[in-house]
């Protein structure tokens, strides 16, 4: 399985975007998936998760009300609609991937699979 995000960009802050990741390979059904974010000289931090099976949602606090996942199966996609940016949210964000028991985590260790990054920059 390979994944690609996309959709970054620079916005102002209050803005929004929509970013995307593409699966490919194995059926994308089958897996958790994620977004984590790492902001420059900061630690890969959880931003949202996604369950397989029913959809359920898990948020960091600070994105809590502004950020949305999402999946379509059906088309191998997983989203994070971010919106009412803050300088605070630049960073390259990464979607991940996590096999086996369906469950919501934000431990990083877990995700097997990782995105190359899209950048997202916020400016004041």
């Known amino acids: 399985v390979q994944l690609q995000a996309s959709g970054g960009g620079l916005v102002q802050a209050g803005g929004s975007l929509r970013l995307s990741c593409a699966a490919s390979g194995r059926p994308f059904s089958l897996y958790s998936m994620a977004w984590f974010r790492q902001g420059q000289g900061k630690e890969r931090e959880f931003v949202a998760a996604?369950?397989?099976?029913?959809?359920?949602?898990l948020y960091a606090d600070s994105v809590k009300g502004r950020f949305t996942i999402s999946r379509a199966n059906a088309a191998n996609m997983v989203y994070l609609q971010v919106n009412t940016l803050k300088p605070e949210d630049t960073a390259v964000y990464y979607c991940?991937?996590?096999?086996?028991?369906?469950?919501?985590?934000?431990?990083?260790?877990?995700?097997?699979?990782w995105g190359q990054g899209t950048q997202v920059t916020v400016s004041s």
């Open positions: 996604i369950r397989k099976s029913d959809g359920s949602t």
């Open positions: 991940a991937l996590r096999f086996g028991r369906d469950y919501l985590s934000s431990d990083r260790r877990l995700y097997a699979i």
